[in-house]
């Protein structure tokens, strides 16, 4: 099967020497290519060339570009998106003035959506979960991180993790599955965070391990949450059974939590909104990539991650959208990319590197996925022409993604 697309205006984050992730200043280039065509040739990127030297090629399929922009899909490494229902009363309460932390206190948040996921069905939590699915797809991710971390018990806990599997078997998205056992502690241990995290330790990870259900596993590691002790011990005992670490670092207070996830070699340390000096020095020359969420920071009105500081200093970061009921209920990446602009003064090139391939490091895709290199899988959007790539940011609320391609195959168009 060969699809030819023709009449591209620009094709947008072309990664031609094989990189993996993107650092410091080389992550303000875009490689781009004018007035191009593009073949797909199954499910991977194959060939492409300038459309005034495109000669006789034999296509199954051939579409018209209009002179739109061709962009790799988002690779959007950190997601909450299966969940029951919706926490639209947090959002009043904290339109009235309690803060993340004070209703997590009173019993609420991430225990008020464990709550409703327990008494919801596995295919009813799969129905709503696909909902979003469809949206992001829409919106133009293309992989996608999804984790567990509402269930809070073994039961629970392998009930989302299986709803996640089925997403990975049904859906067009390339899909990565991360334990988060570690999100709270269940209510039933109330007092007994000790006797919780023993659980994680001795029953739910064993168990996701045998049903080979994760890739990866998390810790909420911060402030009022767990303890960096008890991220090192999840963290080695995840490592024992296979899954690498994404930790969840620095949202409330400076944890340590960057540190401990750089020292057993974490993929990825997310959310970041507090970071010192020593956080960034943690990260530099580690395997670690940092993970910024600026939707949440958004949505809480807390203060952004200091990305320049971290580009500054050398780093790649990735960019992700939290997707979740209590703290980001958005999986839009392109408003995920403003944002980045707006509030953390990333470039747009920076923002959509950071969007697309160190996304992509972020879930071990990018060898795979987050760029237009040849031989990559065919994740790709196509937008309605525009006057530059810095427009697509700019213009953060116009409809500009056209047609999605995932895996080679149209999955999206809009009229
Ligand atoms: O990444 N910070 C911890 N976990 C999520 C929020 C989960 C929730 O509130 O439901 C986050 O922000
Ligand atoms: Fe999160």
Redesign the pocket.
């Known amino acids: 099967m060969k699809l030819l697309v023709k009449n591209i205006g620009r094709i947008v984050g072309i990664e031609s020497t094989g990189r993996l992730r993107v650092c410091g200043a080389e992550m303000d280039r875009l490689e781009c290519f004018d007035d191009a065509w593009l073949l797909v040739d199954n499910d991977r990127f194959a060939a492409y060339g300038r459309m005034d030297e495109l000669g006789e090629i034999a296509a199954d399929q051939v579409v018209d570009a209009e002179e739109g922009m061709l962009f790799p899909s988002f690779c959007d490494s950190?997601t909450?998106l299966v969940?029951a229902g919706s926490?639209e009363q947090e959002f009043l309460d904290k339109i009235n003035g309690l803060s993340?932390e004070e209703i997590?206190r009173r019993g609420g948040?991430?225990l008020n959506?464990a709550d409703l996921l327990h008494e919801t069905s596995e295919d009813e939590l799969y129905a709503q979960a696909m909902e979003r699915v469809r949206e992001i797809t829409a919106m133009g991710t293309g992989c996608v991180e999804i984790k567990s971390?509402?269930g809070l018990s073994t039961g629970d806990e392998l009930k989302m993790l299986r709803v996640i599997r089925r997403i990975r078997e049904t859906s067009p998205l390339e899909v990565r599955a991360t334990f988060l056992g570690a999100?709270a502690v269940a209510r039933a241990y109330r007092g007994r965070q000790g006797e919780y995290v023993d659980l994680i330790c001795n029953e739910m990870l064993p168990a996701v391990a045998a049903e080979g259900l994760a890739d990866f596993v998390d810790v909420?590691c911060?402030e009022g949450?767990f303890t960096v002790e008890e991220t090192a011990r999840i963290l080695r005992v995840g490592r024992k059974l296979g899954l690498r670490g994404k930790i969840?670092a620095n949202?409330?207070a400076v944890s340590g939590g960057v540190q401990v996830g750089v020292e057993y070699d974490a993929l990825s340390v997310?959310?970041l909104e507090r970071m010192g000096a020593a956080e960034i020095e943690a990260l530099h020359g580690a395997v670690t990539m940092p993970t910024l969420?600026p939707g949440?920071a958004f949505f809480?009105g807390m203060s952004y991650p200091p990305a320049r500081e971290m580009i500054g200093a050398g780093l790649g970061v990735a960019l992700a959208s939290?997707y979740?009921?209590?703290?980001?209920p958005s999986g839009n990446m392109r408003m995920v990319v403003s944002l980045a602009s707006i509030r953390m003064k990333m470039t747009p090139a920076e923002a959509i590197n950071a969007a697309t391939l160190n996304g992509a490091y972020a879930m071990g895709l990018s060898r795979d996925y987050g760029s237009i290199t040849l031989g990559k899988v065919a994740n790709f959007f196509i937008t309605k022409p525009m006057s530059s790539v810095e427009f697509f940011s700019y213009a953060y609320q116009t409809p500009l993604i056209r047609r999605v391609f995932l895996k080679g195959g149209e999955v999206f168009g809009m009229a």
Do not use: K, V
């Open positions: 950190h909450h969940y926490r993340y997590a948040g991430i959506s971390g509402y999100h909420f911060d949450f969840h949202e409330l997310d959310h969420l949440a809480l939290d979740n009921p209590g703290s980001s």
